[in-house]
């Protein structure tokens, strides 16, 4: 199995930056896509940014410009720099990682635990 660990959020005001980090462990074979989910409470989780193994990017519409990606292969660990944070980035984010446990399994998405990030003065 495959474990994601976050961390890195907390309470910072309005326009202050935060910068979460996930490290995956466990029986890794190979890690393509890493990424970030957000969500409020009663609403559906939403894409924040992910980025392939090669470094390619994408950003959900509301972060763009504000929130950079990146990850260390090495280190199995997804990193995402959250600057000119706004009260409405304030949710549960998630990590995730598309993965294999060995060179015939099947690709499966795993989840972290999730890691609290409020904007608030």
């Known amino acids: 199995q495959v474990q994601l660990v976050e961390s890195g959020g907390g309470l910072v005001q309005p326009g202050g930056s935060l910068r979460l980090s996930c490290t995956a462990s466990?029986?890794?074979?190979?890690?393509?896509?890493m990424g970030w989910y957000r969500q409020v409470s009663g609403t559906q989780r939403v894409l924040v940014a992910h980025i392939s193994r090669l470094g390619v990017t994408t950003y959900g519409d509301s972060v763009k410009g504000r929130f950079t990606i990146s990850r260390d292969n090495a280190k199995n660990t997804v990193y995402l720099q959250m600057d000119s944070l706004k009260p409405e980035d304030t949710a549960l984010y998630y990590c995730i990682a598309n993965g294999k446990t060995t060179v015939s399994s099947s690709w499966n998405n795993y989840w972290g635990q999730g890691t609290q990030v409020t904007v608030s003065s």
């Open positions: 466990g029986s890794i074979f190979r890690i393509e896509r």
